[in-house]
């Protein structure tokens, strides 16, 4: 089966800045679009950006400008640089990654969560 593991989460004042990361593991043949979702308390989960195998991106129109999402295929592994961060990115951030598997079924999958907290 596949893992995805996220680090990176933590507390950070406003305006400050966190990288998480999203490292996939497993049994699989590839990785195709992945991205980060993330959900606060008492709202729905909702996309923050995307990023397909060939590196084009798109990202919700709060985080233009202040995110980028990227990734190493060789490592199997996503990235989010927060910038500029402020207490409304405050949420749980998910990672996703559509995977082809080795009986060539295509299957997404997520990771456990990791918390952001931005506060003073």
């Known amino acids: 089966q596949v893992q995805l593991v996220e680090s990176g989460g933590g507390l950070v004042q406003p305006g400050g800045s966190l990288r998480l990361s999203c490292a996939a593991s497993?049994?699989?043949?590839?990785?195709?679009?992945m991205g980060w979702y993330r959900q606060a308390p008492g709202k729905q989960r909702e996309l923050v950006a995307t990023?397909?195998?060939?590196?084009?991106?798109n990202y919700a129109d709060s985080v233009k400008g202040r995110f980028t999402i990227s990734r190493e295929n060789a490592k199997n592994t996503m990235y989010l640089q927060m910038n500029s961060l402020n207490p409304e990115d405050t949420a749980i951030y998910y990672c996703?990654?559509?995977?082809?598997?080795?009986?060539?079924?295509?299957?997404?999958?997520w990771g456990q969560g990791t918390q952001v907290t931005v506060s003073s």
């Open positions: 497993g049994n699989f043949l590839s990785i195709g679009p």
């Open positions: 996703n990654a559509a995977v082809v598997l080795r009986n060539l079924v295509r299957r997404d999958y």
């Open positions: 990023v397909t195998s060939s590196g084009s991106t």
